[in-house]
């Protein structure tokens, strides 16, 4: 049966039967229980319960992680590409069908409210797709040069083994993005999900790839504390490639080991954000304010490229705030299991102290709060704070929660150099009548991407999704990540001896 026809009849056959037995690691096609001795347990946000325990790796787990990764991946970087197309094609086709169990799980381990994983679920699925088509793309080069009887060539191989570091808050397709391609391109992957989300994380994704054919070893994931396993997942020998998202302090590190180590790495690093949203005097002011209350409270602001600070030009300010702190008092907080519910809980406790610590703080440096309420559970009304200036901490630090500061300028030029002000540059929004200025605008702006008349949380599985600055490095998506994932091979090949100088 060719790889189409597994395809629709996996699509045909009624709702599978839910995955079960997260409770270890998945090594080398095996689930077996981690040998460090410590049980995590993996909890609901919103509701406290269990819903998992799974048994630590240590150090000899990560080792035979990356072992089998490095003895399989030799062969199936030699498999055709339909092979390797068939199985991204497969696992699409099982994501799709286990929808509601993936949106279930998403909503249970991770806080998402329903429509926040039905739009993560999305994402993970289109990488799945787009992936299937990398091993098509991938394409060497015959090169000139200026010797007779002599011929020069390129070959884009994959890596090796790929490290995969996923944070919690986009669990399943912050993993993925990097899982698939790296499959798909003939690379081996290790992927250590944070003790937040290790199902949504990976391990679902590993059942996935397993149901899909995907032959053992090829995938491996390891679930253990940081103090065990942190550094050592990148300081290995093995993997020749780590791809980290989270925390730009974390990321730091990760950036230290991988070229201080004892064998360099190539990395992607994929960092924290404090994208502006920018209301220029001619937007469409409603508008502006219902779409980048979207990119602020989206999945509790807990997002890398969330509207971090709204900047808005005095001509339209009123107007503006008065439309946003309208519509923020209307969101619906609570039960994120609530398809109406557009605020849920924050990861954990640690992160509701840090969100009270931050209004705490707005409130004392002056800045003057519209919109807010107590918290209730892990659950954090929406707050806005007006009369913010761009130097408060409210503005400068990322708020990965569901507080939103809105800034006043004076001009367009003051707009962009408060934009800029900032140590990160991942994403950011304009919003303007004039498009052509929208452009000139966001390409003066710091940052990896910009979005005009649209909000900052945008990701494609085509385009090239990444930061500047303190942000991070390295590009996602499309031809980029492939480029990311694969390198270059130059191979001369000489067909008559040469001349020898002597």
């Not at 705030?321 to 398809?339: C, M, Q, S």
Request: aromatic share 8%; with cysteine; net charge negative.
């Amino acid at each position: 049966m060719d790889a189409t026809a597994q395809v629709k009849s996996i699509i045909g056959q009624p709702e599978p039967s839910k995955y079960t037995g997260f409770t270890g690691q998945y090594i080398g096609g095996l689930w077996r229980a981690g040998r460090h001795g410590g049980t995590l347990l993996d909890t609901n946000p919103y509701s406290g319960e269990t819903v998992t325990e799974l048994l630590q790796a240590n150090q000899t787990d990560l080792d035979d992680a990356y072992q089998v990764a490095a003895k399989q991946q030799k062969s199936w970087a030699k498999r055709l590409p339909a092979e390797r197309a068939a199985i991204a094609l497969r696992a699409a086709a099982i994501l799709q069908a286990r929808r509601a169990e993936i949106v279930d799980w998403l909503i249970r381990e991770s806080g998402s409210t329903r429509m926040k994983a039905e739009i993560e679920f999305q994402f993970v699925h289109g990488i799945t797709l787009e992936s299937a088509s990398f091993p098509y793309r991938v394409q060497g080069k015959i090169l000139p040069i200026d010797e007779t009887d002599k011929e020069s060539r390129a070959y884009r191989q994959p890596l090796g083994v790929v490290g995969v570091i996923s944070p919690w808050n986009f669990p399943m397709y912050l993993s993925q993005r990097s899982i698939a391609p790296a499959l798909a391109l003939g690379n081996a992957v290790v992927v250590k999900p944070t003790a937040e989300t290790p199902v949504t994380g990976a391990l679902f994704l590993a059942k996935v790839y397993e149901e899909a054919g995907l032959p053992a070893g090829l995938l491996n994931v390891v679930v253990g504390p940081s103090d065990e396993i942190g550094d050592a997942f990148t300081l290995h020998p093995i993997p020749k490639f780590i791809s980290f998202t989270g925390s730009t302090r974390v990321g730091r590190r990760v950036g230290e080991l991988a070229v201080t180590g004892p064998r360099i790495k190539r990395v992607a690093l994929e960092l924290g954000g404090n994208a502006p949203c920018v209301v220029l005097d001619d937007a469409d002011v409603d508008y502006a304010a219902r779409v980048s209350l979207v990119g602020r409270f989206l999945h509790q602001g807990q997002v890398c490229m969330s509207t971090n600070r709204i900047i808005v030009d005095e001509k339209v300010y009123d107007e503006f705030v008065d439309r946003y702190t309208t519509y923020a008092k209307a969101l619906k907080y609570g039960d994120p299991n609530d398809p109406d519910t557009v605020i849920g809980p924050v990861i954990n406790q640690k992160q509701l102290k840090t969100h009270l610590a931050s209004i705490q703080g707005a409130r004392a440096a002056g800045a003057r709060q519209v919109v807010g309420g107590e918290p209730q559970g892990l659950v954090l009304p929406p707050h806005v704070f007006v009369d913010v200036t761009n130097d408060m901490q409210i503005a400068q630090d990322e708020m990965f929660g569901p507080i939103a500061p809105i800034i006043k300028v004076k001009s367009e030029e003051e707009a962009l150099r408060v934009a800029n002000d900032t140590e990160f540059g991942l994403s950011s929004s304009v919003f303007t009548r004039n498009l052509e200025r929208g452009v000139q605008f966001g390409l003066g702006i710091e940052a990896g991407m910009t979005h005009v008349n649209d909000h900052s949380v945008d990701d494609s599985r085509t385009g090239p999704f990444g930061g500047e600055k303190n942000s991070g490095l390295g590009r996602f998506g499309g031809d980029w990540i492939i480029q990311e994932l694969t390198r270059d091979h130059w191979i001369t090949v000489r067909h008559k001896p040469a001349t020898l100088p002597f």
